[in-house]
């Protein structure tokens, strides 16, 4: 298994672009989210499925659209680039339970000029 | 979603054992307590999870007060990659999910 994969590693925008963040999972889990984190700062949620064509907000959703078309990818979408996004995010998958443990992608780097 | 408190940084030395407490006042009772591990540029990583008392897998032990107002994430015998930040949560275990990922704890293990 791959487990969480994440496209791409690195990524430089101009302030107004916009742009999708890829994530994958291949062990069948019902829930996948989002976090960004930012330097000396832990993980904020920004969405999260708890199924194919289920989604919600988390903590900080403003500027973020997420979709869950199918249960393997859940891409989050930057709709116009600010440098207030300027963050590591992550990926992550989980099963339903009863031990709710979260499998983490390596992250994607962006950077908004 | 109960927030938790944890040291913001610990200094340990390899061979010794180290202790992280995580306050969790507000915890409910359907809340599972939860550690993870993060390296510099990678994704966190999943320790360990218990409800209540003690659990112990091949990583680490928790220690679960019957109040369950905090816990004790320990790791026997630290070794230099040992060096991370450790990250206590409160999960919803029931149906939907939320996490709350606060600052977590800087342990840098020292040679």
């Known amino acids: 298994n791959a487990g969480v994969t994440q496209t791409p590693k690195f990524q430089v925008l101009k302030t107004g672009q916009s742009m999708t963040l890829q994530c994958a999972q291949d062990?069948?889990?019902?829930?996948m989210s989002w976090y960004r984190q930012d330097p000396g700062m832990g993980l904020r949620l920004i969405h999260y499925?708890?199924?194919?064509?289920?989604?919600d907000q988390g903590e900080v959703p403003n500027g973020y659209n997420v979709s869950r078309s199918t249960t393997e990818d859940f891409p989050l979408r930057l709709l116009s680039a600010a440098p207030s996004q300027t963050s590591v995010y992550f990926c992550?998958?989980?099963?339903?339970?009863?031990?709710?443990?979260?499998?983490f992608g390596p992250g994607t780097r962006l950077t908004v000029l | 979603l109960a927030k938790t408190t944890q040291p913001i940084s610990m200094d340990s030395y390899e061979g010794q054992e180290v202790n992280i407490t995580c306050s969790h006042n507000?915890?409910?009772?359907?809340?599972?307590i939860t550690w993870y591990q993060q390296f510099p540029s990678q994704g966190p990583r999943f320790i360990i999870q218990?409800?209540?008392t003690k659990v112990t897998n091949e990583v680490a032990s928790l220690f679960i007060p019957a109040d369950r107002k905090s816990s004790t994430l320990s790791l026997p015998r630290v070794s230099l990659s040992d060096t991370a930040v450790y990250y206590c949560?409160?999960?919803?275990?029931?149906?939907?999910?939320?996490?709350?990922f606060g600052a977590g704890t800087r342990l840098f293990v020292k040679a």
């Open positions: 992550a998958s989980s099963s339903s339970g009863p031990v709710f443990t979260q499998y």
């Open positions: 062990m069948n889990h019902e829930y």
């Open positions: 499925s708890v199924g194919a064509g289920i989604t």
């Open positions: 507000n915890i409910a009772t359907n809340d599972y």
């Open positions: 218990g409800y209540k």
């Open positions: 949560l409160v999960v919803q275990n029931t149906g939907g999910f939320k996490t709350i």
